[in-house]
């Protein structure tokens, strides 16, 4: 048995791209996978607070010294990458906004990335400790951006995830939804092919 961690990210409920992604992800998993455990984290329903000074007061300092907020907000980020500790599949889905992942979804991911816990500093340089998981992010654009220099999504998630030892990570975009005509139906169907061949 495997335990998935999905992270939803995009503002919208009714008529998000990513979501409908979301949710054939889940069905397919469940129908290949019966007994493995899903859990759902949305951040447009829960958002994680951006990091801050009770954040970084958290992680640094000695627990005798830390004021309740600060013990809160370590807290939070304990639970948080807790999830993520457990999880052998990570999705993240994640609409482009502006060229970039959500704010939501930076927040959560200065949450987990942790030193000492999520990836470790060696006279080598960084390296990850979440070796041996799988990643998915699925994404719908407004645009056509694979390969072009206005797509901060990718490359950064692949950075993010590689840092801390997540190197197995496929990306299935469906682009060019907000084009007109039918790109939005043809964009959506091709990503709903190769998520397909995923489960």
Sequence with gaps: MSNVLIIESSARQQDSISRQLTQQFISQWQAAHPADQITVRDLAVNPVPHLDANLLGG??????????????????SNHL??????????????????????????????HVLRAGVTFKYTATGPQGLLTGKRAFVLTARGGIHTGASSDHQEPYLRQVMGFIGIHDVTFIHAEGVNLGGDFQEKGVNHAKALLAQVA
Excluded: C, G, H
Excluded at 94 to 107: D, Q, V
């Design 59 to 76: 992680w640094m300092k000695p627990v005798e010294q830390r004021s309740s907020d600060e013990q809160a907000s370590l807290d939070r």
């Design 81 to 110: 990458t807790d999830e993520l500790l457990a999880a052998d599949v990570l999705v993240m889905a994640a609409p482009m906004y502006n060229f970039a992942i959500p704010s939501t979804l930076k927040a959560w991911l200065d």
